[in-house]
């Protein structure tokens, strides 16, 4: 693993200060350390042979030697630490130890049988222990009959922590980056199985407000600050988040998305910043959060309105220094993130309710892109129709659907309060159960009052003390679906579909008023 060309037999000196700053914070490789490891000893130490053990499952194993003694047999050799009591003894001491001739009387030299080494050489065993972790040992030989001097030893002693310390650095950074590449891949992978891989209807859109949010949107993508994706539930902001990043030039590395409503609020956390094994019950590994497979790319943090205070201070204080900490983990990690964010609520008035942190708001507001709700954009029906109707082939399997100008005027003549993720659901629904190719006005259900309207509730019959709060009536609501849908919340026909919301945007919203999932309803997960 290493050559062993030049031997040292200089006078031992105090190594220079840049030579132990160099090996405490620069970032070689585990590799690289062992490799390099003992070219340093050669400056602070004489010795005929050094060589470097690692540990493996109770025995010592030799990786790197260097010195005149250093040969093929050195580089294989292998110590049973139960047969070497006093080497055992300095590793779990963690202190270095010079040997005597004595000392070997009883064990046998490490080295017997491998080298023709005189009794009452020079002899030192220096563990190499860093935090929790020992790797091995460091072992100093010389030919000469003496002991090493103790000053000498104590210095490979803080040498050898030193090594340990960027062997278990290195180490880290290794985890890390393998740890990274594979979340990247399974972003990739994600990315590619969610579809969405088209900015649909923005820069062709027939709405001066669409066109001018798709122009700016272009011009803010080349650069690396946050943008605020603001509108209402289902007015594509996601998809336009995705468009960003595709025209950046991070258009090659993962787009990673967290949706800070779907993910309880006690593994948040962790979601965003990753863990490291054992920081909390059911951390059984090591493992990457959003931030790190985003590394390079984009994240999409949705519904940012709903992350939790605390939180927003690690959330921010990532933004301002580009670093975080894993959950359970006092190390420091540099991530190169573009952030996006999305929230239909109005964040001004979280910031009122000191829900939202205010520090934090400005922040992500640099740039802030607010999406026209479809009633607003009713220009781009037939486009957006057409453009669904496409999409929805590898679903459907039904292709050339299309809508007739009367279908058109009827889907027109809705207000579309769950957008064009309701426009997409009807369609597709209409697609399903309609025989022929042409969606005419009777291909579409639609509500005929606006699908928050609870029937049972008739203004003219309340009186002041009657009046039920808000939070009432959608409790109510979603209920009575839910029971329609005999609890299914999920796929064609469940309650987030009716009710025209993501599945995860029900399911905070029922967690907001009190709706468990209760046993009489059967809740399916997605299909
Ligand atoms: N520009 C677009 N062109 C065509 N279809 C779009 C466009 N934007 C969004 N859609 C469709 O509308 C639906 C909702 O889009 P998206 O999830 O991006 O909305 P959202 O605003 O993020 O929703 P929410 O607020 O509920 O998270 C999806 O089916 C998507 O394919």
């Known amino acids: 693993m290493v050559d062993d060309s030049k031997g040292s037999t200089s006078l ?35 010795f005929d042979l050094a060589t470097l053990f690692l540990l493996r499952d109770a025995r010592l194993v030799a990786v790197a030697a260097r010195g005149p003694l250093a040969n ?98 290195a180490e880290q950074r290794a985890t890390f980056e393998r740890m990274h590449r594979q979340d990247r891949e399974h972003a990739k992978l994600l990315e590619s199985e969610l579809g969405g891989d088209s900015e649909g209807i923005l820069e062709t859109s027939l709405s001066p407000v669409m066109r001018d949010l798709a122009r700016r949107a272009r011009q803010v993508a080349e650069t690396d600050t946050p943008v605020l994706l603001l509108g209402e539930t289902g007015t594509g902001k996601e998809r336009l988040a995705r468009a960003i990043h595709r025209w950046s030039a991070r258009a090659d590395q993962p787009f990673v998305t967290l949706n800070c409503a779907a993910i309880p609020a006690g593994l948040l ?17 090591d493992r990457a959060g959003r931030f790190q497979m985003a590394h390079r790319g984009t994240l999409l943090l949705d519904e940012i309105g709903e992350l939790p205070v605390d939180l927003q201070a690690k959330l921010l204080r990532a933004l301002q220094e580009k670093t975080f900490e894993p959950v ?19 964040l001004q008035q979280a910031i009122a309710q000191r ?58 003549a ?29 291909a579409f259900e639609l509500p005929t009052r606006a699908p928050m309207e609870v029937p049972e509730v008739r203004p003219a019959a309340m009186t002041l003390e009657d009046v039920p709060t808000l939070a009432k009536v959608q409790r109510e609501h979603i209920l009575r679906v839910l029971s329609l849908t005999k609890g299914r919340i999920y796929g064609p026909g469940g309650a987030a579909e009716l009710l025209g919301l993501k599945p995860s945007t029900l399911q905070s919203r029922m967690k907001k008023l009190g ?7 059967v809740i399916e997960g997605p299909r």
């Open 414 to 442: 809705y207000d579309w309060p769950g957008n064009l993720r309701e426009l997409a659901n009807v369609l597709e629904r209409a697609t399903i159960l309609s025989p022929g190719l042409e969606l005419g006005p009777h």
């Open 72 to 169: 093929a047999q050195v580089r294989g050799h292998v110590l049973e630490l139960a047969r070497f009591p006093q080497v055992r003894q300095a590793l779990e001491t963690r202190r270095a130890r010079a040997f005597t001739e004595e000392d070997h009387t009883g064990e046998g030299d490490p080295f017997d049988g491998v080298l023709d080494l005189p009794p009452g050489h020079s002899c030192m065993v220096v563990p190499l222990c860093s935090g929790e972790r020992c790797y091995g040992v460091l072992t100093l030989d010389r030919v000469e009959c003496e002991t090493y001097a103790p000053s000498v030893v104590e210095l490979v002693e803080v040498y050898g922590q030193i090594l340990a310390t960027a062997l278990q650095n």
């Open 515 to 521: 709706i468990a999932r209760q046993d009489q309803f």
């Open 328 to 346: 359970g983990s006092d190390r420091v990690v540099r991530a190169d993130v573009r952030i996006l964010a999305a929230t239909h609520v109005d």
């Open 12 to 46: 031992e000196r105090v190594p220079e200060d840049k030579d132990l700053l160099e090996l405490a914070s620069a970032e070689p490789s585990v590799s690289e350390l062992l490799r390099r490891g003992l070219d340093w000893v050669t400056r602070i130490a004489r």
């Open 355 to 412: 829900r939202f942190r205010e520090d934090l708001y400005y922040r992500l507001s640099v740039f802030p892109l607010r999406l026209p709700p479809l009633r607003e954009r009713r220009e781009d029906l037939a486009q957006l129709c057409a453009f669904l109707l496409a999409e929805q082939v590898r679903r459907t399997g039904r292709r050339g659907m299309r809508v007739t100008p009367e279908g058109l005027a009827r889907l027109a």
């Open 269 to 285: 956390e962790s979601e965003l910043f990753g863990h490291v094994k054992g920081s909390f019950t059911g951390a059984i590994k």
